[in-house]
């Protein structure tokens, strides 16, 4: 395999871990508090990079403008994506995170254009239309059967979440092609970690037992979270971002909505609603007619790409 064939399949196996986090996450978050999970999450999952990376953990960068744009991606791709991400998934249905998420495409093609200046193509401007309303669709239904609730909320956070991760993307892009992918997450693990440590110390004040009382669902969100979701995932993404393009990175977001379905309706008893599927389907005929790729998916280009170079 060339190397842009591993970026591919490095982030296709990701992203089905994070399709799959959503409801695992949602189940152990009835267990223990967000912030705590977000700290431990990525403190062992910093622990266990290092011990894998040994000597090679010195900050490779050497000049100011590279480790601001690391630490904006870390700040925006993981504390401020996974804040928003757990807040929202208490308050919302699992399989509505990754459907949410994956608009993410469009909104990297919008603020590659207002931040990057990228020019705008009708084509692109209409998907994005299209993909919003989808995503209005599936934020507004708990609205318009139960007024503003929880769910409402949930989905609100979960669209900041997006919009964070879209950030990570675009300056992860930048500085991940310059340096060594693994050894660059293993710094925005230890920043998410830091982070995330003031706000868990004001749960465990608050709680002092929790670690007491964690049971197999937090152990369950702390172990997924630390070495797939965090660790193996990051580190997929990290190596796919130094080789596939930036708006390419972003269209493997869609793989996560089936996964993060299939687990949330047969784990949790999640209902599939109308407004849902039709709400998914806007959102991916924007991402359609935005980059016509659909049917240019992960699978699809990974197998092109492995056939183009057999003899």
């Known amino acids: ?23 695992i996450f949602k189940w152990s978050l009835t267990n223990i508090p967000p912030f705590t999970l977000a700290f431990l999450r990525f403190f062992i999952a910093a622990i266990l990079l290092a011990i894998i990376l040994r000597k090679k953990l010195t900050m490779p960068i050497t000049n100011s403008h590279d ?76 609205i318009y059967y139960r007024g503003i609730d929880g769910n409402a909320i949930g989905n609100f956070l979960i669209i900041l979440a997006t919009i964070s991760g879209a950030i990570g993307i675009l300056t992860g892009r930048q500085v991940f092609q310059k340096y060594d992918p693994f050894i660059l997450t293993f710094w925005t693990f230890i920043i998410g970690a830091i982070s995330f440590l003031p706000p868990a110390i004001v749960e465990y004040i608050r709680q002092p037992t929790l670690y007491q009382q964690l049971d197999i669902r937090g152990i369950t969100g702390i172990v997924f979270g630390s070495i797939f979701s965090s660790m193996i995932a990051y580190s997929l993404l990290s190596y796919g971002l130094s080789k596939v393009q930036a708006s390419e990175a972003s269209l493997f977001t869609y793989i996560d909505p089936i996964a993060g379905t299939i687990l949330a309706y047969f784990m949790l008893k ?42």
Do not use: C
């Open 1 to 23: 395999m060339t190397s842009v064939q591993k970026g591919v399949l490095s982030l296709i196996i990701a992203n089905i871990i994070w399709g799959f986090a959503s409801p």
């Open 67 to 142: 480790f601001w744009l690391l630490m904006i991606n870390a700040l925006t791709g993981i504390t401020a994506n996974i804040t928003f991400f757990f807040l929202g998934l208490r308050l919302t249905l699992a399989m509505n995170v990754p459907v949410i998420a994956s608009s993410q495409p469009i909104m990297v093609f919008l603020f590659a254009y207002l931040f990057l200046k990228e020019k705008l193509k009708f084509k692109k401007a209409l998907g994005m239309i299209i993909g919003t309303i989808g995503i209005l669709i599936i934020v507004l239904e708990p």
């Open 270 to 311: 999640e209902p599939i609603t109308i407004p849902f599927i039709i709400g998914g389907a806007f959102i991916f005929l924007g991402i359609y007619i935005a980059e016509r790729r659909i049917n240019y998916h992960p699978f699809a280009k990974l197998r092109r790409d492995l056939a183009s170079k057999t003899p």
